[in-house]
């Protein structure tokens, strides 16, 4: 049995939390180095209680007395820390042996990276690191031995179904196609003269998945399956040409791969994060996650359809960026975080995130990303192109 020490960066979220379930179900198995949140300082504290991590990771120094005080009430020996170079510091420990990346959004950069350029196992969810740095990331974990290990559900199945000794050459083994399923989130037949009245509320109320809220409005647009795209794409080095998604509402086939010989093999279950979650932490075994059993028999039937552009142009303007490549998918990602914020906020409409990202898309700097710092610079001028187009609208 391989026992690991752990830090969970982004502890308080969605991710976060399903993963200290899988946690909880194999006390043997893993150790908590640190638990790393944001601003949830109550939600942390309970962690630190049930979990006791030599480190706890918030925001700010606010956010920091708060949490010191609600550990003192514990008689905790936990140690609060603050601020980003914290989350890169826990993530990167000598004593860490793994890394779990569960902060949303390009916030998530830095500390994932940090992680695989120290060779740590990194269990990948936050996929905005990918979609941002996919060849620099890649790079990092190759030449430090780091081992990534695709969280994401369908990023997951795609890996449990690849053959063991999968080395990226898709023709040497046999591959045609990855397949992406897709729910099409909760406007799957919304009349699209409603999209523009479309509410905060409405957009994070996902069919199948209970997930944090950004990536929640990114199913509704389509945007999410646009950004898996891109991941898989760095992930499995497919071709965009040989990437594929389909919708298929019910969210049981998690993706599949179809290969030369006419076999497609798909992952199949409930859709509930803590099979993926428990897939990653218990390689090579497969251990216990809490998830129901799939019934097959209440299933009723598994359908599938092609996207349509009009409906989810997010999904389409992916596609762009991704065969464009060089800084689009970053910019693309920038664009994107600032519109659902905006929306979140409720300063822009639904349909206006799609806008924004297609207004973005039109300045993309030239050239290949050669440093994190060219990404990071790229990242900061489209959000603030985004905040300007916000005001113009
Ligand atoms: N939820 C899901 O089922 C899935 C999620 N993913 C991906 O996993 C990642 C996390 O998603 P999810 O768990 O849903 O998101 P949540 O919004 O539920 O959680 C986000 C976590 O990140 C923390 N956080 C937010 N901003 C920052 C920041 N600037 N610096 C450090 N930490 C921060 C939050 O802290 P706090 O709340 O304390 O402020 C929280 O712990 C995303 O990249 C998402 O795309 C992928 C597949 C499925
Ligand atoms: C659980 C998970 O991995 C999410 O990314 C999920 O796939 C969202 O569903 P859709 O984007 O397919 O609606
Ligand atoms: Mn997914």
């Given at each position: 049995?391989?026992?690991?020490?752990?830090?969970?960066?982004?502890?308080?979220?969605?991710?976060?939390?399903?993963?200290?379930?899988?946690?909880s179900?194999?006390?043997?198995?893993?150790?908590?180095?640190?638990?790393?949140g944001?601003?949830?300082?109550?939600?942390?504290?309970?962690?630190?209680?049930?979990?006791?991590?030599?480190?706890?990771?918030?925001?700010?120094?606010?956010?920091?007395?708060?949490?010191?005080?609600?550990?003192?009430?514990q008689?905790?020996?936990?140690?609060?820390?603050?601020?980003?170079?914290?989350?890169?510091?826990?993530?990167?420990?000598?004593?860490?042996?793994?890394?779990?990346?569960?902060?949303?959004?390009?916030?998530?950069?830095?500390?994932?990276?940090?992680?695989?350029?120290?060779?740590?196992?990194?269990?990948?969810?936050?996929?905005?690191?990918?979609?941002?740095?996919?060849?620099?990331?890649?790079?990092?974990?190759?030449?430090?031995?780091?081992?990534?290990?695709?969280?994401?559900?369908?990023?997951?199945?795609?890996?449990?179904?690849?053959?063991?000794?999968?080395?990226?050459?898709?023709?040497?083994?046999?591959?045609?196609?990855?397949?992406?399923?897709?729910?099409?989130?909760?406007?799957?037949?919304?009349?699209?003269r409603?999209?523009?009245?479309?509410?905060?509320?409405?957009?994070?109320?996902?069919?199948?998945?209970?997930?944090?809220?950004?990536?929640s409005?990114?199913?509704?647009?389509m945007?999410?399956?646009?950004?898996?795209l891109?991941?898989?794409?760095?992930?499995?080095?497919?071709?965009?040409?040989?990437?594929e998604?389909?919708?298929?509402?019910?969210?049981?086939?998690?993706?599949?791969?179809?290969?030369?010989?006419?076999?497609?093999?798909?992952?199949?279950?409930?859709?509930?994060?803590?099979?993926?979650?428990?897939y990653?932490?218990?390689?090579?075994?497969?251990?216990?996650s809490?998830?129901?059993?799939?019934?097959?028999?209440?299933?009723?039937?598994?359908?599938?359809?092609?996207?349509?552009?009009?409906?989810?142009?997010?999904?389409?303007?992916?596609?762009?960026?991704?065969?464009?490549?060089?800084?689009?998918?970053?910019?693309?990602?920038?664009?994107?975080?600032?519109?659902?914020a905006?929306?979140?906020?409720?300063?822009?409409?639904?349909?206006?995130?799609?806008?924004?990202?297609?207004?973005?898309?039109?300045?993309?700097?030239?050239?290949?990303?050669e440093?994190?710092?060219?990404?990071?610079?790229?990242?900061?001028?489209?959000?603030?192109?985004?905040?300007?187009?916000?005001?113009?609208a």
């Open positions: 049995m391989s026992v690991h020490t752990l830090t969970l960066l982004g502890s308080t979220g969605s991710i976060g939390t399903s993963t200290l379930d899988v946690v179900r194999h006390p043997n198995r893993f150790r908590i180095f640190a638990l790393a944001h601003t949830r300082t109550s939600v942390l504290a309970q962690q630190c209680a049930a979990h006791r991590p030599r480190y706890a990771v918030v925001a700010g120094e606010k956010e920091a007395a708060e949490l010191r005080r609600l550990l003192a009430q008689n905790s020996d936990t140690e609060v820390l603050h601020g980003a170079q914290a989350l890169s510091d826990v993530a990167s420990a000598p004593e860490v042996t793994g890394v779990m990346a569960a902060i949303v959004g390009a916030a998530g950069l830095a500390p994932t990276l940090a992680a695989a350029a120290a060779g740590k196992t990194v269990f990948l969810a936050n996929k905005e690191t990918l979609v941002m740095s996919g060849r620099l990331f890649m790079d990092t974990a190759r030449q430090n031995r780091a081992r990534i290990l695709p969280v994401d559900s369908e990023h997951n199945a795609v890996y449990q179904v690849l053959p063991r000794d999968f080395n990226g050459d898709l023709d040497a083994h046999g591959i045609d196609n990855i397949i992406l399923t897709a729910s099409g989130g909760p406007f799957l037949h919304t009349d699209l409603e999209f523009d009245a479309i509410t905060p509320a409405q957009a994070v109320k996902h069919p199948n998945w209970a997930m944090g809220q950004k990536i409005v990114d199913s509704a647009t945007m999410n399956k646009g950004l898996e891109i991941e898989a794409h760095w992930l499995f080095s497919c071709p965009p040409a040989r990437l998604a389909v919708i298929h509402p019910q969210s049981v086939i998690h993706s599949m791969v179809r290969y030369r010989d006419g076999s497609v093999l798909a992952q199949m279950g409930v859709p509930d994060m803590r099979t993926p979650i428990a990653c932490l218990g390689l090579p075994e497969r251990i216990a809490g998830a129901a059993k799939l019934d097959f028999a209440a299933l009723g039937g598994l359908t599938f359809h092609q996207p349509d552009f009009a409906r989810f142009p997010c999904l389409k303007l992916a596609y762009d960026a991704m065969h464009a490549g060089g800084f689009a998918p970053c910019v693309l990602n920038a664009a994107n975080e600032a519109a659902v905006a929306f979140l906020r409720g300063q822009i409409r639904f349909t206006d995130i799609a806008r924004t990202v297609a207004h973005a898309l039109e300045h993309v700097p030239a050239g290949e990303p440093s994190i710092a060219a990404l990071v610079s790229a990242d900061t001028e489209t959000r603030a192109r985004a905040e300007a187009f916000f005001q113009a």
